[in-house]
């Protein structure tokens, strides 16, 4: 992936991805917020695409553009390696750019709401179909899940193989042991297709 | 520098790319760039964005944190990155997908690194 060779090994620093998903209000945002070194970043993509939402076109008139914020955050793993974590929009309307917010993950994590369990079906299938590992993250709030560990893996019909757990996003080392469970099962299922991914 | 705040910029930014919205090297949301000599100062005529992603870059950045602090977007800034790559102004620094059995090891990196930091 090194497209130029004018670096000295100082430079050398390297990067890697998580994404966070799941549905409007799970509490991504605040997991990003828990682990990341500094505040959650938003920053702003014009997406291209062909999305049959309402947005303002007029600008663009042979293309549908929209505008979306999303959230990321950091973690310096060394001095020469950093981890960013990458916030998915909420709104399934913005679904269509997930490929490029996702592309070069190592893994995903899906934050769930057990009150609203309907919400997190979109980014597990997404996952599913990409074949990209992911972890479901039941984020428990005031201390209460509504549901156990098992009936919501019923529920969202997720795999045995992935790892469903209940965490507390707003607690730094409960969020923090969320992404050491989904980067070690992403290695542990790092025999796949390198190619899958594009 | 302030005229950048103005929320008028929606066609604007894709004018100086030259239309363009795909930039031709693997700059993800993730990837880390920087100044390919960090010490040289910045070469004459760069566009004021360009110039601005320049200093920026003195230290590594990823191209969202560019993005960001920049308010620059993201597409947009995809592609001035990859133009200041071609002219080797911009060095694009590897990213870890896990992809690649190679990467193994940066990732045993990473995950002892996140165990140490919330054990």
């Known amino acids: 992936m090194v497209s130029n060779d004018s670096s000295s090994d100082a430079n050398m620093k390297v990067s890697t991805k998580i994404v966070i ?164 099962y992403a290695m542990a299922s790092g025999k796949r297709d390198a190619e899958l991914v594009g | 520098m302030s005229y950048r705040r103005r929320r008028s910029t929606r066609i604007r930014p894709y004018t100086f790319t030259g239309g363009r919205t795909r930039s031709r090297h693997p700059l993800m949301v993730q990837t880390l760039v920087s100044v390919a000599d960090p010490m040289a100062s910045p070469p004459r005529n760069m566009m004021p964005e360009s110039r601005d992603i320049y200093e920026l870059c003195r230290e590594a950045r990823s191209v969202a944190e560019v993005s960001a602090e920049l308010k620059i977007p993201l597409g947009v800034t995809q592609v001035l990155l990859s133009d200041l790559a071609d002219q080797g102004i911009v060095f694009i620094h590897p990213t870890i997908t896990g992809h690649s059995p190679s990467e193994n090891q940066v990732l045993e990196r990473a995950l002892r690194g996140l165990e140490r930091l919330f054990q």
Do not use: H
């Open chain 1, 21 to 184: 998903a799941g549905g409007f209000g799970a509490g991504k945002t605040t997991l990003v917020g828990s682990v990341s070194e500094i505040p959650p970043v938003t920053t702003e993509a014009i997406m291209t695409a062909a999305s049959n939402d309402v947005d303002d076109t007029s600008a663009t008139p042979n293309k549908t553009t929209t505008t979306v914020a999303m959230d990321f955050g950091r973690i310096t793993i060394d001095q020469q390696l950093i981890m960013y974590m990458f916030g998915t929009p909420g709104q399934s309307r913005f679904w269509f750019m997930w490929d490029d917010l996702v592309r070069g993950a190592v893994g995903a994590v899906v934050v769930v709401d057990c009150n609203r369990l309907a919400e997190s079906f979109d980014a597990v299938d997404y996952f599913e179909n990409k074949q990209i590992p992911y972890v479901v993250a039941l984020n428990r709030f005031d201390g209460q899940l509504a549901y156990t560990v098992d009936q919501v893996r019923e529920a969202l019909e997720i795999p045995e193989s992935v790892p469903v757990i209940d965490f507390d996003a707003r607690d730094r080392r409960s969020s923090g042991r969320v992404l050491v469970t989904m980067l070690e």
